[in-house]
């Protein structure tokens, strides 16, 4: 490798240190560390509880040995499924803008620069396999071997991302695209068979237990298995033989891609100016949609409008959003059908399933996401903050009360009968709420701004940000949804009606809009584009 190359390895640490420095500073980077330290506080602190609970009813051992059991079953399979789902998406390798200028005219190889990608995803792997072990204790053969072991899987991931990416821009895309929809058959011809041997084998949680044991299923997996001894080895004696071929492994498909003399670096500034430009909101018009004028509202109605007009010609961005939650939490209501003695008690479930997974899926597009790089033409608007946290923020919430309706209302329509009452309350109360977590979702991002990774990236920073941003959702309509249901009780108990307490409740979701609000507006305050829009 060329030794500046090594060099920019050797110092990236340091300047990663020293960016995260300079982010933490102020109010700003004190909410950041609340921020992390509460949700590894909740997620750490909750795996420790559950793990001291299990050791003081003395259910620890057979607990961890089912646990490890369950992990050596499907763990091939689900890496196998990551692996495969990785190479099928996975596109040219993305730089850095500060590497795209820099690097790409310099006199250095491409197989150098490849080099230098993949060892700095590597370091990358480090830290998220610490991550994950601190997730997933319970689940590990021990702490050091099950951090090595995940940073191998990491490895694995990050590598193959890289040579399927750099395979892929050998050949036209149509070429690349026959090519994957070829191995999804074969892969699915090989497979079928197995799982028709299995329909004797019971209940489907037994049948696919069984499936996952057959021959063909095994061959498929078996690249993947020496991952998942090394993460469920209890020892260094039982650690070392699969850690070393695994190693051996990730090593040998990173040479391969070393080896492949390809023009990949097209494909990557492609990427990159792709990219930059998402955010941006430069997307072709389709049609002649428009809305009429809004209420100017003080300034807030023009921004909505602008951003429901992008939402109108861009309904892509809500397929995933409106079927998948739909799809499942119908298919979950057809097969309670029957199931209780009225509807409402049969469709809770589902409709609970509709509702929240919008929630976890909503990644915004619609508001300051979409004008990331637009900050400071919203700064200098002459309009108040708070109309343009307002006209951000209601296009949004506007997108996920769709898609919330439209998985119940599907949900309730698949049951037994339809449920007035539900709707009733569904409508009265979903608008709230889906302010509330899209207000949420904004405030964060604006604390911590991030640039969505394209698609197929690894994006491991940015994976890390998204999660951070759905726990916050979660949180918040958490703490919103039990708050009312205080205040719902409260005024239940005190009047001694059902229909005062529902009043009271909805009245409080409605009123926790204006602080949720509120809070958007500061964080848009206190942004600063010199500093905080992300490179």
């Given at each position: 490798m060329n030794p500046g190359l090594i060099h920019l390895l050797k110092k990236a640490p340091v300047a990663r240190l020293r960016f995260a420095r300079r982010r933490l500073r102020g109010t700003k980077g004190l909410l950041q560390v609340a921020g992390l330290a509460l949700v590894l506080l909740l997620m750490v602190g909750g795996n420790l509880a559950s793990m001291a609970a299990l050791r003081l009813s003395g259910r620890w051992e057979a607990q961890a040995a089912a646990d490890l059991a369950s992990t050596r079953r499907w763990g091939p399979v689900l890496l196998t499924i990551v692996l495969l789902t990785v190479a099928a998406t996975a596109r040219a390798p993305t730089f850095r803008p500060a590497e795209v200028a820099f690097?790409?005219?310099?006199?250095?190889?491409?197989?150098?620069?490849?080099?230098?990608?993949?060892?700095?995803?590597?370091?990358?792997?480090?830290?998220?396999?610490?991550?994950?072990?601190?997730?997933?204790?319970?689940?590990?053969?021990?702490?050091?071997?099950?951090?090595?072991?995940?940073?191998?899987?990491?490895?694995?991931?990050?590598?193959?991302?890289?040579?399927?990416?750099?395979?892929?821009?050998?050949?036209?895309?149509?070429?690349?695209?026959?090519?994957?929809?070829?191995?999804?058959?074969?892969?699915?011809?090989?497979?079928?068979?197995?799982?028709?041997?299995?329909?004797?084998?019971?209940?489907?949680?037994?049948?696919?237990?069984?499936?996952?044991?057959?021959?063909?299923?095994?061959v498929l997996t078996a690249p993947a298995r020496p991952f998942i001894d090394a993460v469920t080895a209890t020892d260094l004696r039982a650690f070392l033989p699969p850690a070393l071929l695994s190693a051996a492994i990730v090593a040998g498909l990173g040479g391969l891609a070393l080896t492949w003399d390809f023009p990949w670096t097209e494909g990557a500034l492609g990427r990159r100016r792709e990219g930059r430009a998402k955010p941006e909101g430069r997307r072709p018009a389709r049609g002649g949609y428009s809305l009429p004028h809004l209420p100017f509202l003080g300034g807030a109605g023009p921004l909505a409008r602008r951003q429901l007009v992008e939402l109108g010609r861009t309904p892509r961005a809500l397929l995933a959003p409106v079927i998948v939650p739909a799809a499942m939490a119908c298919s979950l209501a057809w097969a309670l059908r029957?199931?209780?003695?009225?509807?409402?008690?049969?469709?809770?479930?589902?409709?609970?399933?509709?509702?929240?997974?919008?929630?976890?899926?909503?990644?915004?597009?619609?508001?300051?996401?979409?004008?990331?790089?637009?900050?400071?033409?919203?700064?200098?608007?002459?309009?108040?903050?708070?109309?343009?946290?307002?006209?951000?923020?209601?296009?949004?919430?506007?997108?996920?009360?769709?898609?919330?309706?439209?998985?119940?209302?599907?949900?309730?329509?698949?049951?037994?009968?339809?449920?007035?009452?539900?709707?009733?309350a569904l409508a009265v109360v979903l608008p709230p709420l889906a302010f509330v977590v899209a207000a949420t979702d904004n405030a964060v991002f604006l604390l911590v701004p991030y640039r969505p990774p394209s698609p197929g990236?690894?994006?491991?920073?940015?994976?890390?940000?998204?999660?951070?941003?759905?726990?916050?959702?979660?949180?918040?309509?958490?703490?919103?949804?039990?708050?009312?249901?205080?205040?719902?009780?409260?005024?239940?108990?005190?009047?001694g009606s059902t229909v005062a307490g529902f009043a009271a409740a909805t009245a409080w979701l409605y009123a926790l809009c204006v602080p949720a609000l509120w809070v958007v507006t500061e964080m848009f305050r206190r942004f600063d584009v010199t500093t905080d829009v992300p490179f």
């Open positions: 690097l790409f005219p310099a006199p250095v190889p491409r197989r150098d620069l490849l080099a230098y990608q993949m060892a700095s995803r590597l370091g990358l792997a480090l830290l998220t396999a610490l991550w994950l072990t601190l997730l997933l204790p319970q689940r590990l053969g021990g702490p050091i071997t099950g951090w090595l072991g995940l940073s191998l899987v990491v490895a694995m991931a990050e590598v193959s991302k890289v040579a399927a990416g750099i395979a892929a821009t050998a050949v036209p895309d149509r070429t690349a695209l026959g090519a994957r929809v070829a191995a999804g058959t074969a892969i699915a011809l090989v497979l079928a068979p197995a799982w028709r041997g299995t329909a004797g084998a019971g209940p489907l949680q037994e049948r696919l237990a069984t499936f996952a044991g057959t021959g063909a299923v095994r029957g199931a209780g003695p009225t509807a409402l008690a049969a469709l809770s479930p589902p409709v609970v399933m509709a509702i929240l997974l919008p929630v976890l899926m909503h990644r915004g597009g619609f508001d300051f996401h979409r004008d990331l790089d637009r900050m400071a033409w919203l700064k200098s608007l002459p309009v108040p903050a708070g109309a343009v946290a307002a006209g951000q923020v209601l296009p949004s919430a506007a997108a996920l009360l769709l898609t919330q309706g439209v998985g119940a209302a599907a949900t309730l329509a698949v049951g037994d009968r339809l449920a007035p009452e539900v709707l009733a990236d690894g994006g491991l920073p940015v994976r890390g940000r998204l999660m951070l941003h759905a726990f916050a959702r979660m949180a918040s309509l958490g703490a919103v949804l039990g708050s009312a249901a205080l205040a719902g009780a409260v005024a239940g108990w005190s009047t």
